[in-house]
Nanobody
């Protein structure tokens, strides 16, 4: 079955870096847009970044532009989110999600994505 598994979360000090990975299985990843979402306690799940099927187009919310970078390797079935200069407001549960034959936009909502991982926690301390 289609499966997405996130890893790489953890506790980091403000200004530090983390790289999240999302490993896909059970479907043709090359046909899917991948989005990274985060959910802070008591808040909705919001998109952070996305990447198109071939990896040549990405989009980011304003608050992470210049600090986060998303990439993908369809052959290895892995999507990565490199997060630098982390801030306490980046804290949350990070999810990767997939939707087929769609478009990548940092304005997308969670309801537009079909398949989800279980999430990985990122905590940035002051």
């Amino acid at each position: 079955q289609r499966q997405l598994v996130e890893s790489g979360g953890g506790l980091v000090e403000s200004g530090g870096s983390l790289t999240l990975s999302c490993t896909a299985s059970g479907f043709a990843l090359e046909n899917y847009i991948i989005g990274w979402f985060r959910q802070a306690p008591g808040k909705e799940r919001d998109i952070v970044s996305c990447i198109n099927t071939q990896g040549d187009r990405t989009d980011y919310i304003d608050s992470v532009k210049g600090r986060f970078m998303v990439s993908r390797d369809n052959a290895k079935k892995v999507i990565s989110l490199q997060m630098n200069s982390l801030k306490p407001e980046d804290t949350g549960l990070y999810y990767c999600a997939a939707v087929p034959f769609y478009y990548c936009s940092a304005s997308s909502e969670a309801s537009e994505y079909d398949y989800w991982g279980q999430g990985t926690q990122v905590t940035v301390s002051i």
